[in-house]
């Protein structure tokens, strides 16, 4: 029998919240990459204007916690959610804002055709996606392995950021004229790099939730 | 159980079992407890960890019908061997009740009963002994200027820091608590809970609370009791942070009952 129902509700609750404010950054970095390889400014501007929805989000779960911690003294895997929620929604809000620097850097190209076509940040946007995905699915089902299984697909887009490094400092190397816009796009594929370590610190986080020990998945 | 500490044990209890007649209250209780250290005993109404705590300073002797198997070791002694003597037990080890209970005397005579039992006459020997346990219980500043005045005129968690401060008069080594401050309005229970964190230097602390959060607030260790089992015992952070066992993590989240 649960003699807190309504304390346990608001737990649930917050879990949705939360998977509500994960989708509004999914759909940002979502929508800025898109507006980066479309080469369109409206919608990055769009972007941008979100963010302050996100981090509203953020506070407002914020403050939940809070008054949850004060008013119902939880303890146990109780405490963990609320702990796990806390450190959540800072990774989500550093996720939107790193949607939004690749939406200011379509803004700053104006339109400029690209130097190459985007086909490896597209890519690694693709990942960063999927990672935030299989994270906030872990929290939601108390999915350890998946949560896990996070670790491999940094280590993938680890890679591939390396990999789109190296080509682009060739093409600055080769040809200086490509130095403006290949610092730009490399600044875009640094913020995706660094989803990819939020991600992993949300399944950090879980795991964390579930079972109580904490692990390092970004080694 | 055993938790990982430098002190020396105080208390160990080996293979306890404990019968009410025919009912079993206490079932192959494992406990050891360090000196100087707050151990908490948390579990729901009926459990046993009033009558554990009460097994360790031999107050279920005066229950008809009780039959104690096992050891309750003070020190390294056997408290239920032969040759032990009560009345130096309960001076060793001291409770504290869930409701306070000064005797109808004054201030003073409350906190100098325990020494004049045990012999002390000199006034002189007595002021300081006095004086040293009111202040050791945290009362002193508010009661010196009316001692001579009766003990059931203070208010209840004063009454409380007194029934405290004449269980030191006796210089006890092991301070039981039974529930001292369910009877106490909030500050008063937080002077009390304050006090516990002082006293803790010199004695070694059992306390039974209903109240986890307090548990959670000043003790070192902390051991759950679900129907006479001592279910899990280990250090309060981790207990409620993550318990090792899901009956207590039930207990503490209040997915029971």
Redesign the interface.
């Known amino acids: ?4 129902k309504g ?2 509700h608001s737990l649930e609750d917050l879990q949705k919240d939360i998977l509500k404010m994960g989708v509004k950054v999914e759909e940002a970095i979502f929508l800025a990459v898109k507006s980066l390889a479309s080469e369109d400014v409206e919608m990055a501007k769009n972007v941008i204007a979100g963010d302050e929805q996100i981090n509203e989000r953020m506070v407002e779960i914020e403050s939940s916690c809070l008054r949850l911690l004060a008013l119902q ?8 959610v609320i702990g796990t929620a806390m450190k959540i929604v800072t990774d989500l809000e550093r996720i939107g804002d790193h949607a939004v620097d690749i939406a200011k850097t379509t803004v700053r190209l104006d339109g400029q055709k690209l130097v190459k076509p985007l086909v490896d940040t597209p890519r690694m946007a693709d990942l960063t996606k999927e990672m935030l995905r299989d994270s906030l699915n872990a929290y939601v089902n108390r999915d350890i392995e998946l949560a896990q299984g996070l670790a491999k697909k940094d280590d993938v887009v680890d890679a591939l950021y390396k990999q789109i490094y190296n080509e682009l400092q060739e093409m600055m190397m080769n040809d200086s004229a490509t130095i403006t816009q290949a610092v730009k796009l490399l600044m875009v594929c640094q913020s995706l790099e660094r989803i990819a370590d939020h991600a992993t610190n949300i399944g950090e986080w879980v795991i964390y939730m579930v079972s ?1 020990d904490r692990t390092d998945l970004n080694v | 159980m055993t938790i990982a500490t430098s002190a020396p044990e105080k208390i160990r209890v080996a293979d306890l079992n404990l019968f009410y007649g025919d009912n079993q209250a206490l079932y192959d209780i494992q406990l050891s407890v360090p000196k100087g250290s707050i151990t908490a005993f948390i579990g729901p109404s009926g459990c046993g960890k009033s009558t554990l705590l009460r097994t360790l300073n031999r107050m279920n002797d005066l229950i008809p019908g009780v039959r104690i198997t096992g050891e309750v070791n003070v020190d390294g002694h056997n408290i239920y061997g032969p040759d032990n003597d009560v009345v130096q037990l309960r001076k060793n080890v001291g409770m504290v009740f869930q409701r306070p209970n000064p005797f109808p005397m004054s201030i003073y005579d409350n906190v100098a009963y325990g020494p004049r039992i045990h012999g002390i006459k000199k006034k002189r020997d007595l002021d300081e002994i006095v004086e040293k346990s009111l202040r050791q219980a945290a009362l002193w500043e508010e009661v010196k200027d009316r001692l001579n005045k009766s003990a059931l005129g203070l208010s209840g968690g004063q009454q409380q820091r007194l029934c405290i401060a004449r269980l030191l008069a006796v210089e006890p080594q092991v301070l039981l608590m039974d529930e001292p401050t369910s009877a106490l309005d909030p500050i008063s229970t937080l002077k009390v809970e304050e006090l516990t964190q002082e006293l803790k230097e010199k004695y070694t602390i059992i306390i039974v609370t209903h109240n986890m959060q307090q548990a959670a607030r000043i003790s070192d260790t902390t051991a759950f009791f679900l129907n006479g089992l001592m279910v899990e015992h280990g250090e309060t952070d981790k207990l409620f942070t993550n318990p090792s066992d899901q009956r207590t993590e039930d207990y503490i989240t209040g997915r029971f009952g």
Do not use: E, K
């Not at chain 1, 003294?73 to 963990?80: E, G, H, N, T």
């Open positions: 029998m649960d003699t807190r304390f346990h003294q939880p303890m146990a895997s109780d405490l963990r109580g």
